[in-house]
């Protein structure tokens, strides 16, 4: 099992461009999220989700988009990049059932530059 | 909302030391508790975890008790190696197991 992967592991927009950040992971779980890392704020939740076809707000949502058409994959995408939105970008999966182990698994993250 | 608070870094201690970091949570309903540790350069791993009151998690000689009557979950260690250099983060598990809500992270650092 690979886990979660997350591509590209670094990126570098202009202001007003768009991207799409990448997460898969093979572990066939349920649910899926991303957070961002910014310097003394800890990890802050941006969306998530608990199937395919079922996403939801979290924390910091705005500025980002996401979709979940298949278990797999969570894309996360900036419509339109702002200087705010630098930071380190995990995506997470965990496992979902009666009894479920509520653990995290995270990918190895994406570094966002926008200038 | 449901929330964490984290004792503010970075602490900073010689090797063999007793290691403290308090952690704090408010939350409704019952979630889990986690302590992830992230290394320099590197991702997010699981330390240790508690999933019911009382329950006590442990990994490499870290331990963390989860109190409901305080709402705590402190983690503790007995003796400090240079290794154990990294950034702590607290988390509480929301809406069911879906996600987490972390702490704004402590940094350890520890000199031989």
């Known amino acids: 099992n690979a886990g979660v992967t997350q591509t590209p592991k670094f990126q570098v927009l202009k202001t007003g461009q768009s991207m799409t950040l990448q997460c898969a992971q093979d572990?066939?779980?349920?649910?899926m999220s991303w957070y961002r890392q910014d310097p003394g704020m800890g990890l802050r939740l941006i969306h998530y989700s608990v199937g395919a076809g079922i996403t939801d707000q979290g924390e910091v949502p705005n500025g980002y988009n996401v979709s979940r058409s298949t278990t797999e994959d969570f894309p996360l995408r900036l419509l339109s990049a702002a200087p705010s939105q630098t930071s380190v970008y995990f995506c997470a999966s965990s496992p979902q059932g009666l009894g479920r182990d509520e653990t995290q698994y995270f990918g190895p993250g994406t570094r966002l530059l926008v200038l | 909302g449901d929330s964490v608070t984290q004792m503010e870094g970075p602490v900073t201690l010689s090797e063999e030391a007793f290691l403290t970091i308090n952690c704090t949570y408010t939350?409704?309903?019952?979630?889990?508790l986690f302590w992830y540790v992230q290394y320099p350069g590197e991702g997010l791993q699981l330390l240790l975890k508690a999933t019911k009151a009382d329950d006590k998690g442990s990994n490499k000689g870290f331990e963390a008790t989860y109190r409901k009557e305080t709402t705590s979950f402190h983690l503790e260690k007995g003796s400090v190696q240079v290794s154990d250099s990294a950034v702590y983060f607290c988390a509480l598990s929301i809406r069911g197991g879906t996600a987490l809500i972390f702490g704004k992270g402590t940094t350890l650092s520890v000199s031989s």
């Open positions: 939350a409704t309903g019952y979630p889990s």
């Open positions: 572990m066939n779980h349920e649910y």
